[in-house]
């Protein structure tokens, strides 16, 4: 459910940008929220309490964010508090960023190596990952995970390139397994 908030949510905000051309400033509306947000966590405290009511949350956002972001964002907070979704924000916000980046062909690359990768080999990566793809402009993320062994795992959204020895290691353990099981 939480997952169909954050898009249906995020695509309405979304809409609105498109709709106003305001996608861009939206997108940095929701980046400096999301770091306020963070900076400040008594906010969520006050934003999530039970005994606290909706007009008053409503109140609370409406004083630190009104004639401060557009009220289009002020918009989307009062309608998350009001449908009892604040808890689901931080989600909303993400689906709406990666939403933008998509729209403007920014590509989000999660690359997860067994040891960590040299400039000139994440350079490399990120070259032949826009050669591959329709983006324009990659988003790198460098992780390392020893147990890989070797090789690389690379995620672009929902897209997985797994070429890591241990993914190998695993396939042909399946396949000896049959062959010894056949036998």
């Known amino acids: 459910m939480a997952k169909l908030a954050s898009k249906v949510y995020g695509d309405a905000l979304f809409e609105v940008g498109l709709e106003k051309a305001r ?21 969520e405290q006050l934003m999530l309490h039970p005994k606290i009511d909706n007009d008053n949350k409503i109140k ?12 289009d964002c002020v918009g989307l907070l009062v309608i998350v508090v009001t449908k009892g979704r604040y808890k689901e924000l931080p989600r ?3 689906y709406f960023i ?8 920014i590509g989000i690359a999660q690359i997860t190596s067994a040891v960590p990768l040299k400039d000139d080999w994440k350079k490399k990566i990120e070259a032949k990952l826009l050669e591959t793809t329709d983006y324009v402009k990659m988003e790198m993320n460098f992780h390392v995970d020893d147990s890989l062994i070797g090789g690389l795992i690379i995620r672009i959204g929902d897209r997985v390139v797994d070429s890591s020895i241990r993914s190998h290691l695993v396939d042909l353990t399946g396949k000896l397994t049959k062959i010894s099981l056949e036998a």
Request: glycine share 2%; charged share 40%.
């Open 23 to 43: 996608l861009g400033e939206l997108e940095e509306e929701v980046l400096a929220v999301k770091r306020i947000l963070l900076e400040n966590p008594e906010f």
């Open 60 to 71: 609370a956002i409406e004083s630190v964010f009104k004639d401060r972001i557009s009220d």
């Open 92 to 94: 909303i916000f993400d």
């Open 98 to 105: 990666a939403k933008v980046k998509e729209y403007n062909k």
